[in-house]
């Protein structure tokens, strides 16, 4: 259970923790949409280069950032295999039937590889730096101009944050609900497709069973202590940009006016 | 059946920024036959120590020994079924490992898994559902329609279904009402009078006092003091400063004690104390 690195914050106090949960939220996004701008191996070099300036900043280590890739391995792979297999144009080095590689074929294959891995690296550089309550908040924060056509920003946020907020609960509670399990002589991931999906009962239904009672004891708690609806309701963390944050706008705006300067 | 540990330390979340100690450098040998009491604060490790007497952890490093099994950090995960057969464990709160359509299902679980024909298991369903103090007709009921302290009665009878060699507790009597603990108290003692090996942790001194033979107290991961609880409950003022407590009567004993009263060695049950105080008093021998 505690090989999923997308989603786990490491707590620390670099510069990249201390940035509004809003700037980190939108940067990321940001930053997907113009890694497209680059289109040849001046711009791509760039964007690598800026990117590994920006992590070592987060002082969270190397290795997380590469576990973070292994869920993705497979897609990068197929990605990258299809380009290089399908994309024709250039020098042919090899043919066959369908199949052919090609130097541009190879090329794209290599910028895509590249794109994919900086785009990962960046979201698990938010994830890794960011608590999920104050990725939370700033959903709510950067919804909060749709409440004026009536979208429930606040009640959307609640569930949001609450959702987040019993992710690690459930998976300790799958972790000791497998425990008693194998200590029943239960033996999760072995033995044959039908063995494994015989072992499913006994771990989801403890879970369903628990999800229902937390959710059912966490509302009954909260309309015990007056809760109704989200509005009018002041918050204990309080989101502000700060000059951190005017920093990052402007690297990233830099790296805009530098891709466009060397794209072709 | 002994279970000895052998310089075992156990770090979660090893290789992380949030590593944290479950156990350090902890050897101590759990002996066949014997009623194990471990004690300790909340997160002193108890817990952790408890799961590696199956094998759902194994040590970071160090040798775990369960019978004639060796279990090291590189023990694979393969082939310990033999291993939790021996070793019944009930875990803090078991109620919430229950998940079959009707009770009769849910203890036979443990015994089908092991290879225990169905009729057999059936059998031994009925036998321990019985023995844990409830009714027939729970059987054939949902355990979800159960109380939540009948629901951990079922899981008692699931693991003693198993018939394990080593009987692991893990404050199997926490949130019962104080006429369930002493039942299930009782079955623990008689179980343990028939030959089972039975380790349990618990927070209630007064327990410990009655049924264990040996004592494990806990501190910060590591065990701190291992005795007969005799020994271990005659220095009060340690097991304070280690946020334990002391048995009632002892705590009773402590105070007459102040009051001038001498005894060459606290008491730690109820007739061991009126025997003292029979004595100092001049009366005739306490029956
Ligand atoms: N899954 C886990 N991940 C990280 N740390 C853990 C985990 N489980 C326990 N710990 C830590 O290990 C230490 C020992 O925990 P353990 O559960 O063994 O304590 P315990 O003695 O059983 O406490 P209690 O009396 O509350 O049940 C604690 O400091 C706890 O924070
Ligand atoms: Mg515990």
Known sequence: ?264 | MDITFDHVSYTYQANTPMAGVGLDDVSVTIHGGAYTAIIGHTGSGKSTLLQHLNALLKPTSGTVRIGERMITPSTSNKNLHPLRKKVGMVFQFAESQLFAATVREDVAFGPRNFGVSAEDADALAVQMVARVGLPEDVLDRSPFDLSGGQMRRVAIAGVLAMQPEVLVLDEPTAGLDPAGRREMMALFAKLHADGQTIVLVTHQMDDVADFADDVLVMDQGKVVRQGHPKEIFQDAQWLLDHQLGLPRTTQFALRLQQKGFKFDHLPLTTPELAQMLAEQLGGARHE
Request: aromatic letters at 12%; proline letters at 4%.
């Open chain 1, 1 to 264: 259970m505690n090989k999923m690195i997308l989603g786990r914050y490491i707590p620390g106090d670099s510069f990249i923790h201390r940035l509004d949960p809003r700037t980190k939220l939108l940067a990321t996004f940001y930053y997907i949409a113009v890694i497209f701008l680059a289109n040849n191996w001046q711009s791509y070099l760039l964007a690598t280069v800026v990117t590994l300036a920006i992590i070592p900043v987060s002082k969270v280590s190397l290795r997380f950032f590469l576990n973070g890739l292994l869920p993705v391995l497979f897609l990068i792979v197929f990605t990258v295999l299809i380009q290089v297999f399908f994309t024709t144009g250039g020098h042919v080095y090899w043919h066959w039937g369908w199949l052919s590689v090609t130097s541009l074929g190879l090329t794209n294959a290599g910028f895509i590889f590249v794109r994919l891995v900086l785009i990962i690296f960046m979201s698990t550089l938010l994830t890794l730096t960011t608590p999920s309550l104050s990725l939370a908040d700033a959903v709510e924060s950067l919804l909060k101009p749709l409440a004026k056509i009536h979208f429930p920003v606040t009640e959307v946020a609640l569930m949001l944050s609450i959702a987040l907020r019993f992710v690690p609960t459930l998976l300790d509670q799958t972790t000791k609900t497998m425990n008693a399990q194998r200590a029943r002589g239960v033996d999760f991931g072995s033995g044959g497709l039908f063995k494994q999906v015989k072992t499913i009962v006994p771990l989801f239904i403890p879970l369903f069973v628990t999800a229902f009672t937390m959710a059912d004891e966490l509302a009954t708690a909260m309309e015990a202590r007056g809760y109704r609806d989200g509005y009018g309701r002041t918050r204990f963390r309080v989101l502000r940009y700060g000059r951190g944050d005017l920093l990052a706008a402007v690297v990233l705006i830099l790296l805009t006016l530098g891709l466009i300067f060397l794209r072709n």
